[in-house]
């Protein structure tokens, strides 16, 4: 079992950047896959990126490739989510995720066994 906290979450305005961490707690963080999924208002939760276990995989939704840079730090048992350009259309609650895995997996929500509690970003105009 593992326990996540987000945090970093908050306002900026388009263009700016924030960076999100995700701190876990209970058994081995390295046996574990994490992603970041984002749920805006009224829309279905939406897959943003993953990283294996060991940093060697990353994958990107489109809509952020380029933008966001996943990154995790095993020692601190920390994943980070660096956010860059942002938009308007990245405001959303963020949540962090993990499933154990030494693959990179997909982009489906239900792959994830453990969630945070989610963190908000609000890009404004």
């Known amino acids: 079992q593992v326990q996540l906290v987000e945090s970093g979450g908050g306002l900026v305005q388009a263009g700016g950047s924030l960076r999100l961490s995700c701190a876990a707690s209970?058994?081995?963080?390295?046996?574990?896959?994490m992603g970041w999924f984002r749920q805006a208002p009224g829309k279905e939760r939406e897959f943003v990126v993953a990283?294996?276990?060991?940093?060697?995989?990353?994958y990107y939704a489109d809509s952020v490739k380029g933008r966001f840079t996943i990154s995790r730090d095993n020692a601190k048992n920390t994943v980070y989510l660096q956010m860059n350009s942002l938009k308007p259309e990245d405001t959303a609650v963020y949540y962090c995720?993990?499933?154990?895995?030494?693959?990179?997996?997909?982009?489906?929500?239900?792959?994830?066994?453990?969630w945070g509690q989610g963190t908000q970003v609000t890009v404004s105009s």
């Open positions: 995720a993990a499933v154990i895995s030494h693959g990179i997996g997909g982009n489906d929500p239900w792959e994830y066994d453990y």
């Open positions: 990283i294996s276990w060991n940093s060697g995989s990353t």
């Open positions: 209970g058994r081995s963080f390295s046996d574990y896959r």
